[in-house]
């Protein structure tokens, strides 16, 4: 009995940690410039472990462990080719400058190479195809 109620639980937990018809604010948009900018970290793998940990420290807590997002709090969903498709340089601004009226926060405070570790590191997330 507690197995069963146990596994709804589970279920409806991992229902609600992530956010599968997210769709991008079409209003929220970065310059020509910002878009072409390049990431600084393209040719060092190795910087997403770091930010790997970034994520888990500023960014789990709405976009999900697995960055899947959360319908809940209408968070981004980085496995989606809608996020994906976006260059380095648009993430980048996006996490720079953030979208406060519906509730991504700006990281603006984060140092510039942190920002783009973390850009490196949601290019990870990508669903396999
Ligand atoms: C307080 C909740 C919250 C936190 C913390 C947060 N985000 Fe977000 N994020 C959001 C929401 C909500 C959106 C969707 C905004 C919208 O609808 O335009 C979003 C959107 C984004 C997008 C844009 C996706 C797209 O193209 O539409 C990126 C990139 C992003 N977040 C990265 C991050 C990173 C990296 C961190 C940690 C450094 C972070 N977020 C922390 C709530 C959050």
């Not at 420290?57 to 899947?68: D, M």
């Not at 519906?102 to 949601?122: A, D, N, T």
């Amino acid at each position: 009995m507690t197995f069963w109620a146990g596994l709804v639980c589970l279920a409806s937990v991992v229902a609600a940690a992530q956010n599968p018809g997210y769709q991008p604010d079409t209003s929220w948009r970065a310059s020509e410039v910002a878009t072409a900018r390049q990431n600084p970290l393209a040719s060092r793998p190795e910087a997403a472990a770091g930010g790997r940990k970034l994520f888990a420290k500023n960014c789990a807590e709405c976009h999900g462990k697995n960055g899947s997002g959360m319908e809940k709090k209408h968070s981004a969903n980085f496995h989606l080719p809608v996020v994906q498709e976006q260059s380095d340089g648009t993430l980048f601004w996006k996490i720079t400058n953030g979208n406060a009226n519906r509730g991504m926060p700006s990281f603006s405070k984060l140092p510039e190479l942190q920002r783009w570790q973390l850009v490196l590191y949601i290019r990870q997330l990508r669903e396999p195809e």
